[in-house]
């Protein structure tokens, strides 16, 4: 564990050697204040609160987050440093979990950047700040289910822009697992306890509880589960493929 | 000591390393040759942990690879082939980075890269991205991060690959300056490197070990081995041939030179000398030669016998 921090130095500052990250936070903020302000309705709504703000977050997320993650491990493997990373001694968990971390403090960073929106919110009205934090949590948690999977997905393939595509598809199933899309398909023939499980394992359902402001155990026990196990599978895929 | 006992790997039916089992001992710095694809790279990273062996194991003084890899590696420097590193890091953060995961911090960080940047005199580009240097400063800086630590094993794949003569010379020096009491492994298939740095060499065919010994020791194996050449006008190639141990003779006619093979372990120069004399040859050049290592090589890993 001694070394995770040089890890996650590393892989933060390389955000920042390159226009990625200052484009990425660009993007985001202007994405989030179009979705809040015109799809959102925020003034329409009349409502000193930011769910205008967080419920468009999955979406929005769908496509940016994946961005962040397609480089973790492709670009390693392309570059052939996986090999000097490998060769270092650190654990796989470090190694991985180091990784995650970066870019999970990167998107939290894009996140914190959205303040002016509670600076707002604030000033019109007397929203419930108790309800916002635990939205900003829940989206932050939400960003790091999609980077896991984007993780993995990336140590998959060493192509970045394949490793994005595999991210957002397999994001998107996470997405839609809750709607009729996806269960209608098991509905015939599954057992209700399966159909239960598929549609648990939707982001929107979880995400729409913690973006009201409620934030439950079983929800937050939900997106750290799902990060571990995402970051187990990263772990496994990279042993398997460092070396093609 | 490193210890390596039937280690073998194969890539889904093909195996690039076959049952492979050597030991180096600290002060020898041994040179791993081969053709290209012969398994070098690949032994190298099974020796530090970054492919597992399909069979066999390997100790790195003491530290099995496989079961206490941390313990191994940190007693290792390493320079992987092509020397790949973050490319878009400056040097000097690249450096501090490696230091840090070296467990070094503070004063101690300081100076081991200050350490390691002046052996490798990288003064200069400390503040560039690594992407923008030259391919002899990369390798440089390749080097750099691995001696950082003074690891009491080094590894090095083809590490004066791509550089110019005089890089060459340096890197070779240095080598020639960490090898006193720690364990040197390079792999080459530049073989007038082994004759200049290493105190012996390992050549692999296919996976195969198929010769270890001093550089000395397998010049010997060539045919060349005691052959002496002579310039010379009027020379009688039949006399030559006649002489006591003599196994052949070849003209080399771009040169206008003769070359008389020795028998395996028989030393001919004084016959060929006697008979220079007793006819009273002019010769212009005269030259015995210690044998000839690419012909060596060639004929092992080609799979004839020297």
């Known amino acids: 564990m001694r070394q995770l921090p040089a890890i ?3 892989e933060l500052g390389s955000y920042f050697a390159t226009p990625l990250a200052y484009v990425f936070i660009l993007i985001f903020l202007v994405l989030s204040g179009v979705f809040t302000f015109y799809l959102g309705g925020f ?77 707002t919110v604030n ?25 896991a999977i984007g993780s993995c997905m990336s140590a998959l393939a060493k192509n970045q822009v394949i490793a994005f595509i595999l991210a957002v598809s397999v994001s998107f199933l996470f997405i839609v697992s809750g709607f009729p899309l996806v269960l209608d398909a098991f509905a ?3 057992p209700l306890w399966l159909l239960d499980a598929v549609a648990s394992l939707s982001f929107l359902v979880r995400f729409e509880a913690i973006s009201k402001g409620v934030l439950d155990l079983r929800d937050l026990l939900y997106f750290v589960s799902l990060i571990a196990a995402w970051l187990t599978a990263t772990a496994v895929v990279v042993d398997l493929k460092k070396a093609d | 000591m490193i210890e390596i006992n039937n280690l073998t790997r194969r890539f889904a039916q093909r195996t690039v390393v076959d049952d492979l089992s050597f030991r180096v001992q600290p002060g020898e710095v041994l040179g791993f040759l081969g053709p290209n694809g012969a398994g070098k790279s690949t032994t190298m990273k099974m020796l530090t942990g970054f492919l597992a062996p399909t069979f ?21 420097g390493y320079l992987p082939e092509g020397a790949p590193c973050y490319g878009d890091m400056p040097v000097a953060g690249f450096l501090a980075f490696i230091a840090e995961v070296r467990g070094f911090r503070g004063a101690e960080k300081r100076r081991r890269v200050d350490a390691a940047v002046a052996r490798l005199e990288l003064e200069k580009v400390l503040g560039q991205s690594i992407e923008t240097l030259s391919k002899g400063f990369k390798r440089r800086v390749g080097l750099a991060q691995a001696i950082l630590h003074e690891p009491p094993v080094l590894i090095l794949d083809e590490p004066t690959d791509g550089l110019d003569p005089n890089q060459k010379h340096q890197v070779r020096q240095l080598i020639g300056e960490l090898a006193r009491d720690r364990i040197v492994v390079i ?5 007038e490197e082994v004759s200049a740095v290493c105190s012996r060499a ?3 065919a296919s996976g195969r070990l198929v010769a270890d010994g001093t550089p000395l020791e397998l010049e010997s194996r060539s045919r060349y081995h005691q052959a002496v050449t002579l310039v010379g006008d009027a020379l009688d190639p039949a006399a030559l041939a006649a002489l006591p141990g003599v196994a052949g003779i070849e003209a ?17 120069f004084p016959q060929v000398n006697a008979l220079i004399h007793q006819r009273g040859w002019t010769v212009r050049e005269l030259d015995v030669e210690r044998g000839r290592l690419d012909e060596v090589f060639r004929a092992l890993t080609r799979g004839e016998a020297a």
């Open chain 2, 187 to 191: 792999s080459t298939h530049i073989l």
């Open chain 1, 8 to 10: 996650l130095k590393r």
């Open chain 1, 123 to 147: 000033y019109l009205g007397d929203p419930d700040n108790g309800a916002i934090l635990t939205g900003y949590l829940g989206s932050w948690l939400l960003a790091g289910a999609y980077l």
């Open chain 2, 252 to 268: 080399n006619p771009v040169e206008g030179s003769l070359t008389v093979l020795a028998r395996p372990g028989e030393v001919i």
């Open chain 1, 188 to 190: 015939g023939w599954a």
């Open chain 1, 43 to 119: 003034f329409e709504s009349n409502q000193a609160s930011l769910a205008p703000f967080f419920n468009f977050h999955p979406w929005l997320y769908l496509f940016l987050v994946p961005a962040i993650a397609m480089r973790l491990w492709a670009e390693e493997r392309k570059s052939g440093s996986i090999e000097l990373l490998m060769t270092l001694p650190i654990s796989r968990f470090e190694a991985v979990f180091g990784k995650f971390l970066a870019a999970w403090a990167f998107a939290g960073l894009a996140l914190l950047l959205t303040f002016p929106l509670v600076l």
């Open chain 2, 56 to 76: 066999g194991s390997a100790r790195i003084l003491g530290f099995d690879i496989q079961r206490q890899t941390l313990q191994a590696q940190r007693q290792i």
């Open chain 2, 202 to 204: 390992l050549i692999i």
